[in-house]
């Protein structure tokens, strides 16, 4: 991964609703917004939860309270051969796949269908066997930090480094996994300093409500950026509420890519578009009044004016006191 250009993963996560053709309309909603990556969750239910593991508040909200996690998670399962639609979708509309493993057997799908990275999700930086399990596999690895101390960090960056993953293909996000996630608990700056710790690649993923905090991430240094998206916030489902429209995913992906040139080189110079400005906007040093031959110059007869195509008042003193080599009317630029 660079970190020269923002990699955008448009998460369309499990908002299809276990649905096939609104999971291609997804991929078509992020390939027409310019994102990068559209990435999905594969995952068994069996594989994940108990029976009787509780939702989250933010899902018992969005879903009701009746159903237990099993049971919503079930209805949003990708079995292989959509899997295998999705990515000949992606093909199609020249969009990477990604899709984030919530278990062991699922990162075998996912290496056998060829996926290019693994994208670690926050829950998984505490379960050892997964993350040394992805790291064997030699592919790039994000990893989100939602919930994680920096000591949990350090200990996951051990786990996956140790087992075969190279830290020039780790890149960590700063994570916040309240959806959606209140302005006061984004604490963006933690990126710079999981970047200070680890020295290694940081992002940011986003569940706040809005585009204007991966922005403002990706103005930080966010090489990778990731964010929730649906087709209709409104749809009934666990992440829908917190997510992106398209119309909203495409205006960030616009801004993100205004900010990475915006960002520059960080040498100051005049750019091209405005050095023909400099005459216009800058001054020189001309006649305050008529000046006949000879006459010293001097601050009553001299003063500075645009445009700015004669002799610099940045040599101002060093004019005091010399002769006019010639007459001046007023206004008009001195002779060097």
Not at 93 to 104: E, G, K, V, Y
Not at 161 to 169: E, K, L
Not at 180 to 199: C, E, G, H, S
Request: charged share 25%; aromatic share 6%.
């Amino acid at each position: 991964m660079s970190n020269t250009t923002t990699l955008i993963i448009a998460e369309a996560g499990v908002n299809h609703n276990g649905d096939i053709k609104l999971a291609r309309q997804l991929i078509d909603a992020a390939a027409n917004a310019g994102a990068d990556y559209v990435k999905f969750q594969t995952f068994k239910a069996e594989k994940l939860v108990t029976a009787t593991a509780p939702k989250a508040e933010y899902q018992k909200g969005t879903t009701g309270v009746a159903e237990s996690q099993y049971e919503m998670i079930r209805k949003l399962e990708l079995d292989v051969e959509a899997h295998q639609q999705l990515i000949k979708h992606c093909k199609k509309r020249r969009i990477r796949f990604l899709s984030t493993a919530f278990d062991l057997e699922s990162i075998d799908l996912l290496i056998e269908l060829g996926v290019d990275l693994f994208k670690i999700p926050s829950g998984e930086i505490t379960n050892l066997p997964y993350l040394r399990k992805i790291a064997k596999t030699g592919k790039p690895v994000i990893l989100s930090t939602g919930m994680a101390t920096l000591g949990e960090i350090e200990d996951a960056i051990k786990v996956l480094t140790d087992s075969g993953c190279s830290r020039d293909d780790l890149t960590i996000l700063h994570c916040n996994t309240q959806y959606p996630t209140p302005m006061r608990d984004v604490n963006l700056r933690t990126m710079q300093t999981i970047a200070d710790a680890f020295k290694v690649l940081v992002g940011y993923s986003d569940h706040t409500l809005g585009i204007e905090i991966p922005i403002a991430a990706t103005a930080l240094g966010a090489c990778v950026i990731e964010k929730h998206f649906t087709l209709d916030r409104n749809m009934e489902g666990p992440d829908h509420a917190a997510s992106l429209e398209p119309q909203e995913l495409k205006e960030m992906v616009s801004a993100i890519r205004n900010v990475e040139q915006a960002l520059g080189d960080g040498i100051k110079l005049p750019s091209e578009s405005e050095y023909p400005n400099r005459a216009i906007a800058r001054k020189s040093i001309v006649a305050a009044k008529s000046i006949k031959e000879g006459e010293l110059f001097s601050e009553t007869n001299l003063t500075a004016k645009r445009p700015g195509t004669g002799i610099s008042p940045m040599r101002w003193d060093e004019m005091m006191g010399q002769p006019a080599s010639r007459a001046y009317e007023p206004d008009e630029l001195i002779d060097a």
